[in-house]
């Protein structure tokens, strides 16, 4: 896990992890609640949507997501 400014950045091994779990965790993208629905290991990209709008999957950056 990467921290930089104080914050824990996720990587791809986590994040593969957190898609797989039947756990509810904790996880935002932009400080909003989202969802991992796939992580692909080339391009280092998760498929994610947010809680509040399921209808709005898109793809990030995993770096970019942030375990609370």
Known sequence: M????GVALMNVGRAKEIA????M?????????????HVDDNT???????KTDPEDEREVPVLNLIEE
């Open 25 to 37: 965790i904790n996880v935002t993208y932009e400080g909003a609640p989202v969802i991992i629905q």
């Open 20 to 23: 797989e779990s039947m756990d």
């Open 2 to 5: 990467l921290i930089r400014w």
């Open 44 to 50: 280092k990209m998760a498929r994610i949507f947010y």
